[in-house]
């Protein structure tokens, strides 16, 4: 057997598809949603990604507002660039690309994000609200993980789900939104003080290798037909490597890749969540 590979990039076009006619909508309603990015300093990966969130609002007729930033600008400087951005209507969400240089406070800017703009859904008002089960921005690795799942009809309600990766932008909410009622799952969140990983990734039904270690996870350690998503990155002198390994996709019944899966789903949420605050702005 061969897994049916979770495509994320036709799924990504198919949102696409809809956001596209809800931005026109607004538009007739005299709205353009934006989307803002803050890129510090000169990482090529990072600059990587901000092109294709850029290229992304243009694809939608969204606007993008962009702020690229000196590796050495200081908190009050970049501080300042936040309060302009919770300030702009023309603003309805953005994003500080992530990782910061060293010398600065990442904690501080985030939290200085406005909540209600806050396009990653990573701001700590919004992860308390997902804790609480309020409305609020939700994280878009998480969102598109699931999404990507229903698009597939994987079922979700009642599966066992192994999360492996306690890390804020996707072990942790992610098990915070399989739990919610509408999804039903039952979690496992498995981590580096696990004691034994693949006993519990082999129970799984479905299998979210977060972790951020190469091949961690193995083709005997998977339940045949278990769905599995990669979202693990490494990057290597042979380019980027995700947390599982090859065979995975021999026992698997359901495998998104890396690359080619959650990743294109990431940014799709992330302009979905910019839509969705442009809507909330108008019916408020
Ligand atoms: N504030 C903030 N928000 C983020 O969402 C955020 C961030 N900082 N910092 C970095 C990570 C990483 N990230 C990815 C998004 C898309 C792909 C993606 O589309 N990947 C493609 C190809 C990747 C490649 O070829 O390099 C794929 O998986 O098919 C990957 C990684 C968002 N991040």
Known sequence: MTATIL?????RDAIFDDLRKRVTELAE?????GLGTVLVGDDPGSHAYVRSKHNACKKLGM??????LPADISQAALEEVIDELNADPACHGYLVQLPLPGHLDEGAILERVDPDKDADGLHPVNLGRLVLGKPGSLPCTPLGIITLLRRYDVPIAGARVCVVGRGVTVGRPL???LTRRSENATVTLCHTGTKDLAAEVKRADIVVAAAGRAGLITGEMIKPGAAVLDVGLTRTENGIVGDTTPEVREVAGHLAPMPGGVGPMTIAMLLSNTVEIAERGLSA
């Open 7 to 11: 495509d994320g990039k036709a799924t």
């Open 29 to 33: 309603r005299g709205v353009t949603p």
């Open 63 to 68: 606007n993008s507002i962009r702020r690229d």
């Open 175 to 177: 098990g915070l939104l």
